[in-house]
């Protein structure tokens, strides 16, 4: 979700126009970053706390070049979520709804026949399904691993292929084809 899909978001529950919602939650945004920069801290119970943090001075690497490059201290914005924001986002993953996070959670709202309703349960309908799939790295380890339990096997069967390519024989009805490294061959 971008800024306007939020700002659309928010006309519709909020049953206002979007210009109306666009300058609310630019006031919000706005007040945030103006009391973050003044060093105040900033917390939405239930939602998070915005507030500053103070980087050291650090030697970092420039991916590159490869030099090192001496990175300033400074003051950097930090948000730590809140627990009732934790709960929910877990209870959305796991599609469970037992245990304490609903308990923390709060009564959810009746459901409207709108299009932001309709496009949270396809939301919550594909993160069960990508919850449900096997991550991708897990597969190329596992070949990895049964490539290394094969001791090869893989490799030497793909060299294999390739020379029966090269006794196939080219249009011209001579082995080793027609292109340009057949002809040097010969």
Excluded: C, W, Y
Aim: without cysteine.
């Amino acid at each position: 979700m971008n800024k306007t899909e939020l700002i659309e978001a928010v006309a519709e529950r909020a049953g206002s126009e979007r210009a109306v919602a666009r300058r609310h939650v630019e006031a919000v945004f706005d007040a945030i970053v103006d009391s973050v920069t003044a060093g105040e801290r900033v917390l939405v119970t239930g939602f998070g706390t915005f507030d500053r943090a103070a980087r050291p001075a650090r030697t970092a690497r420039n991916p590159r070049t490869g030099q090192t490059v001496e990175v300033a201290a400074g003051e950097v914005p930090r948000f730590r979520f809140g627990q009732t924001f934790r709960n929910r986002v877990a209870q959305g993953a796991d599609g469970a709804s037992g245990g304490t996070a609903a308990a923390a959670a709060p009564a959810p709202a009746p459901a409207r026949a709108t299009a932001a309703a309709a496009v949270q349960e396809e939301a919550a309908a594909s993160a069960e399904v990508q919850a449900a799939k096997p991550p991708k790295k897990d597969k190329k380890a596992k070949k990895a691993k049964q490539a290394a339990a094969d001791g090869g096997k893989a490799r030497k069967e793909t060299k294999t292929v390739k020379n029966a390519k090269a006794g196939k024989t080219g249009k011209d009805g001579k082995k080793g084809g027609s292109g340009k490294k057949a002809a040097k061959a010969r």
